[in-house]
């Protein structure tokens, strides 16, 4: 995996986390706090699904060197948009649970 690549995710992952935190330690009612946090989690597993959509529904280009690297990022891409989808999704599972 590109450098660039390890950036963004690591970029993503931290903003995620962030963001998460913020919300927590918003001073604000818990189940307010829980609404707004799922309110959140549904709109980024709708992005990572379209993400992911678009990832395998990329047009088809003569294969050359360029083409097949693309494809291992795609790929490596698409692996961690799912397993990051699924950590969503526990999340908000999790979150429902002690509403």
């Given at each position: 995996?590109?450098?660039?690549?390890?950036?963004?995710?690591?970029?993503?992952?931290g903003a995620?986390?962030?963001?998460?935190?913020?919300?927590?330690?918003?001073?604000?009612?818990?189940?307010?706090?829980?609404?707004?946090?799922?309110?959140?989690?549904?709109?980024?597993?709708?992005?990572?699904?379209n993400?992911?959509?678009?990832?395998?529904?990329?047009?088809?280009?003569p294969?050359?060197?360029?083409?097949?690297?693309?494809?291992?990022?795609?790929?490596?891409?698409?692996?961690?948009?799912?397993?990051?989808?699924?950590?969503?999704?526990?999340?908000?599972?999790?979150?429902?649970?002690?509403?």
């Amino acid at each position: 995996m590109s450098k660039s690549s390890k950036t963004f995710w690591a970029f993503m992952t931290g903003a995620a986390v962030g963001a998460v935190l913020g919300i927590l330690y918003a001073p604000d009612k818990g189940e307010n706090t829980r609404s707004k946090l799922l309110f959140q989690l549904q709109k980024y597993r709708d992005q990572l699904q379209n993400l992911i959509t678009d990832l395998i529904d990329g047009k088809e280009i003569p294969e050359t060197m360029a083409k097949s690297e693309g494809k291992k990022v795609v790929n490596e891409a698409r692996e961690k948009a799912e397993r990051l989808l699924e950590d969503v999704e526990n999340m908000m599972n999790q979150i429902k649970a002690k509403a």
